[in-house]
């Protein structure tokens, strides 16, 4: 196992600037989860790593030893690909002990290699089968138990369950998680699936437009988003966003009215500012207590309810488990507590604690 | 791109090694290729340029002087040549447009699921397999009313007046080799087209079909807007190969009788071949090389300002 | 689907026109080729003759040269079909795999060789190829047929290789291959159909060369199946029986490799053509 280190990693091809410089140390044995939307560099900073794309400038180091001029055949690292990249014409069992045996490691290790990785994975009674016969959780474990024989410095996973129904991706992000706690395995994970990002990573490293916008713990991503970007990035539904100046009394909206929100941060009377609320942090009254705000439309989830507002004419989602929402008249209440309030300053930045 | 990165690596352990391995890849793959298209093709085309201006006969070793423009000059009253390239128009056209037709309908017929496909599409693109050579002769033969059923047959239908050779008529010799063409090319349109109807998209003409476009509107207005760009590149590239293709005029007329079937490719070999005059050969087919180059410029400008009005 | 008569039965019709129309000229030239001499011209235009006979195919077979043109042209052809395509299946991954500077000149390098008259370089090609002892030999023959065939092949192995997913070599290669064995142990064995493909194309192309045959090649001893044909033709003119005996012989080879490949075709021409 190793750690990896990026020192300000850029790529560009000709003019055009994909990363504009990366930093980040990724531990021994750390989970992270490259996440952002598409285009955003992820998975140009993952294939950077395994070698498949050249350094334009900066440096990757693997274990303290920079690799930028290194083969990925000699970088002691294995992928897990979007599209599973399996060979076609090789059985599972033949899939998952090419890299030994192009390494000519002895057959018996390579044996037992492939046999443990397959109980692991449940794959044994498929191993003298071709990938055309599998379906596609199964060609999932096989890219997995691919990964996982070689006992590599580190894995890497491009979108690894994007092609996988709903349920199947539920069951094989619990396996992969479990499999990380079996192996303690460093490992890179790219997704544009933020419950994967959540659920999976130690650290969750956003990404948006070739720049790194926030790393931390999934929990402080969610409780302290840094930027806009990842305030409205992460969480589903996505936080509300009300835009105007700070006042004594809350929030002045462009169109002149004011919402109540308690107070403000002194220092930012008076300027252009996003306030950013989570939709499950949204309280609702009954019509008469609070602001008044118009119902446009009711998502029964069955866990619970989303309902859409407008509050001074502007969007508000509000997620909550009280069932007596689904029945709420044409008009509500509503409050924005304090203490759940995300302040962006107009540059997008997080202001205060 | 190279600057910009040997700029930001500030440790540099022989990145140029690697980048020169790199850079070097695609070039070691190609090599063997390359190599052979230079030796065998660039290096003889720029010699048989040179060749035009010059005065190259293999048999007379007084030969190999630079004579200038002297080959066009003689070119230019050469009126076997206008009548050859008269000839060249006519079988290059005649050809492309009929094994076009044809092929188009039989992609068409085709591209329906029947019973037995797969052997029927065996059996009409097998002239294709034929060599040229052998499709020549065979046709050759069919004509000749001694061994061959078709003069009879034309005879019979009352389109000859005795059952004669067609290929000795000089008025209609040039069908002959047209016709074996046509049977021998119809199979590499057919494919062509055939392998771009398959990729149009099936939901289209069933989003078409629900829409009420019967057969004929469906095909104007899916079809061949998708066929459009295969066709075009086919014609063109089929164009240029056919008025380059000498072997079945070689073959069944030697470009008899009374020249009435030389056509340029076929004259360009006969120069060389029987009157062994290398120059003259190499200036006429100079002046076809640059015919051909015109023509495709015209017609990628041609499709260029059609892409461009859309 | 509404399926009405009509339109099903002219469809049928119609193919079995065009059956018609292709296979009639191969079997007029196999009916003659069993006519007895005697028989020739008193049946001439009958479909099928009253008594058939093997003699022809065995007179060519023992008292003519076409043994050897037909072993020189397997020779020819079979050599320049491998040659061919292990140069096609380098370049034609270069061109669908790496992003190089010159790549654009190289594909029009290889359009402007399917541009011009092959004629032209008749004069060239025999000049260079005389003193190194190359005219009158097969080698020789081998060489100009592998360089006129390579471009083509080249952009049809391309297409075979551009259906494979380039995330295959990339895992190759993060499983510690280097390109070069990725290309061989993973990719190659996935293009079998576009390598026999290739192979088909390349010996059909080189079995049915005349021109250059004819012009670089003189005396029995290196001549090929058409150059031996013509020959015969244009000395035994009167021989039908022998000539389509023989026509047939040369049939068999080109027939057997489009057999064998064009389930290929129509796959291997879409690529090419519709991305051309």
Known sequence: ??????????????????????????????????????????????????????????????????????????????????????????????????????????????????????????????????????????????????????Q?????????????????????????????????????????????????????????????????????????????????????????????????????????????????????????????????????????????????????????????????????????????????GPNIGVTLPAEHLHLFDAQGIRQGA | MSVAATRGAPYHRKPWLKRMADSSEPYLYSAPALILIVVVMLVPLVLGISYAFRDIQLLNPFSGGYIGLEHFRALGQDDAFYRALKNTLWWTGASVLLQFVFGLILALLLDRPFWGRGVVQALVFLPWAVPSFLAGLNWAWLFNPVIGPLPHWFFALGLMDEPGNLLSDPRYAMWGPIIANVWWGIPFFAITLLAALQAIPRDLYEAASIDGANWFQRFSSITLPFLAPTIAITVLLRTVWISNFADLIVVMTGGGPADRTQIVASYIFTQAFKRLDFGYASAIALVLLGLLMIYSMLIILLRQSLINKD | ?????????????????????????????????????????????????????????????????????????????????????????????????????????????????????????????????????????????????????????????????????????????????TRFVAFRQIILPLTLPGIAATLGFVFTAAWSELLFALMLINGNDAATFPVGLLTFVSKFSVDFGQMMAAGILALIPAGFFFLLIQRYLVQGLTAGAVKG
């Open chain 3, 1 to 177: 689907m509404r399926s009405s008569l009509l339109p099903t039965v002219a469809h049928r019709l119609a193919i079995f026109a065009y059956i018609i129309f292709a296979l009639f000229p191969l079997f007029w030239l196999l009916k003659v080729s069993v006519t007895p001499n005697d028989l020739l011209y008193s049946e001439g235009v009958r479909l099928w003759p009253s008594q058939t006979t093997f003699e022809h195919y065995a007179d060519v077979l023992r008292h003519s040269a076409f043994p050897t043109f037909f072993k020189n042209s397997v020779i020819v052809s079979g050599s320049t079909a491998i040659v061919v395509t292990i140069c096609a299946s380098l370049s034609g991954y270069a061109l669908s795999r790496f992003s190089f500077r010159t790549k654009y000149w190289i594909i029009a390098l290889m359009l402007l060789t399917q541009m011009f008259p092959l004629v032209m370089l008749v004069a060239p090609i025999f000049k260079i190829l005389s003193p190194l002892g190359l005219t009158n030999s097969l080698t020789g023959l081998v060489i100009v047929y592998s360089a006129f065939n390579v471009p083509f092949a080249t952009f049809l192995m391309q297409s075979f290789f551009d259906g494979i997913p380039k995330d295959l070599e990339e895992a190759a290669m993060i499983d510690g291959a």
């Open chain 1, 1 to 150: 196992m190793a750690s990896i280190d990026i020192k300000n990693l850029k790529k560009a091809y000709g003019t055009f600037s994909v990363l504009h410089g990366i930093d980040l140390l990724i531990k021994d044995g750390e989970f992270i989860v490259l996440v952002g939307p598409s285009g955003c560099g992820k998975s140009t900073l993952l294939r950077m790593i395994a070698g498949l794309e050249d350094v334009s400038e900066g440096e990757i180091q693997i274990d303290g030893l920079r690799v930028n001029e290194r083969h990925p055949k000699d970088r002691d690292i294995a992928m897990v690909f979007q599209s599973y990249a399996l060979y076609p014409h090789m059985t599972v069992a033949e899939n998952m002990s090419y890299s030994l045996r192009l390494r000519r490691a002895a057959k018996e290790t390579t044996a037992r290699a492939v046999s443990a990785a397959s109980q692991k994975l449940g794959l044994d009674p498929f191993l003298e089968r071709r990938p055309k016969a599998l379906s596609g959780g199964q060609r999932q474990r096989v890219a997995m138990g691919r990964a996982i024989v070689r």
């Open chain 1, 152 to 328: 590599p410095k580190a894995f890497l996973f491009d979108e690894p369950l994007s092609n996988l129904d709903a349920r199947l991706r539920e069951q094989m992000r619990a396996e992969i998680k479990k499999m990380h706690a079996d192996l303690k395995a460093t490992s890179i994970y790219v997704t544009h699936d933020q419950i994967e990002a959540m659920t999976l990573a130690d650290r969750i490293v956003a990404m948006h437009g070739g720049v790194v916008q926030q790393v931390g713990s999934p929990l402080e991503l969610y409780d302290r988003p840094a930027n806009l970007f990842v305030a409205g990035f992460i969480g589903s539904p996505g936080m509300n966003f009300l835009e105007g100046r700070a006042e004594d009394g809350g929030l002045r909206l462009r169109d002149g009215s004011l919402v109540v929100l308690g107070a403000l941060s002194k220092d930012l009377k008076g300027q252009e500012v996003t306030v950013g609320v989570r939709p499950e942090h949204v309280v609702l009254h009954h019509e008469g207590e609070g602001m008044s705000a118009r119902v446009d439309l009711i998502e029964p989830t069955g866990f619970g309810i989303i309902v859409h507002l407008q509050l001074n004419g502007l969007p508000i989602k509000v997620f909550t488990l009280d069932r007596s929402a689904l029945s709420c």
